[in-house]
């Protein structure tokens, strides 16, 4: 049976980890849900965010995916049981697979004030790499700017600054992007940080953890990184994400607008 995956975010953040699954891997066929209606995730309460991704997972069953990939960090934080009830297929996560990413003693997460509110990047790293010092730092803001397609204002780079004191007052050797939205913001934080601190996109760690299920890597440039196989969908402003969705894939994809029940009903 051919793989499909099924990704979903709160908005565009899931689209820098399809996107590195197809590098890895070439043509896969899937299936990505951006709940556009619903972005921000990061500034809902848990039982919220639990209800959010039940529903969203069971719409990704609905659509037959073989494997569901939870490209947001949030929902991986506080609904990872909740997608496994749902999703009656495997599901892959980000977070175990940052805090296998982690080299150094002194690391940082960025993350949405959900995610650091839970403490599960800290447990997940300091149950594999025991006396490391984590420091997660919240980030409401980055998320409304970037889907506001804001990432290179003024704005950012100060909201950006303000969030990396504490880290750099803190010499981190190694910062991990604990959402996905955030590598959209790499070359404003490689601008903002000393060249020997490391960015951990934990997006790398997931397209190695998919090798089980699509099989051996073939690699694809990204000019011939190709999107005929990926069926886009969102809950809300189907054109704004295109355009937002072009910038970081390299062409503007067809996108669709479906609904899901509390979605449509504001929740
Ligand atoms: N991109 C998601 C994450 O990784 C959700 C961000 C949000 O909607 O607040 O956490």
């Avoid at 990047?121 to 980030?139: F, T």
């Avoid at 980055?142 to 803190?170: K, M």
Wanted: with cysteine; proline share 7%.
């Amino acid at each position: 049976m051919t793989p499909v995956l099924g990704f979903f975010d709160s908005g565009v953040g899931g689209l820098t980890v399809l996107r590195r699954v197809l590098e890895r891997h070439g043509p896969v066929r899937c299936i990505y849900l951006g709940d556009t209606a619903r972005v921000p995730y990061g500034s809902r309460s848990a039982p919220e965010i639990r209800l959010i991704a039940a529903e969203v997972v069971g719409w990704l069953r609905q659509q037959g995916v073989t494997t569901v990939v939870m490209a947001c960090n949030t929902t991986n934080a506080l609904a990872r049981d909740v997608a496994e009830g749902q999703a009656g297929v495997p599901v892959i996560g980000l977070i175990g697979a940052a805090a296998a990413m982690v080299r150094e003693q002194r690391v940082g997460v960025l993350a949405t004030p959900a995610t650091v509110e839970s403490g599960a990047y800290r447990a997940s790293i300091e149950a594999l790499h025991p006396g490391c010092l984590v420091l997660e730092r919240a980030c409401p803001d980055f998320v409304p700017l970037i889907e506001q397609g804001l990432i290179a204002s003024d704005q950012i780079r100060r909201v950006a600054a303000a969030y990396l004191e504490p880290l750099l007052a803190s010499s981190v050797e190694e910062i991990i992007l604990g959402c996905t939205h955030y590598p959209l913001l790499v070359p404003l934080l490689r601008d903002l940080l000393p060249p020997s601190v490391r960015l951990i996109d934990p997006a790398l760690g997931v397209t190695q953890q998919l090798d089980a299920v699509l099989g051996k890597p073939q690699p694809c440039s990204e000019s011939a990184m190709h999107l005929d196989h990926c069926r886009l969908c969102v809950t809300a402003d189907a054109e704004g994400f295109a355009e937002r969705a072009a910038s970081w894939l390299g062409k503007r994809p067809a996108v669709r607008l479906v609904h899901l029940r509390s979605s449509s009903e504001g929740h």
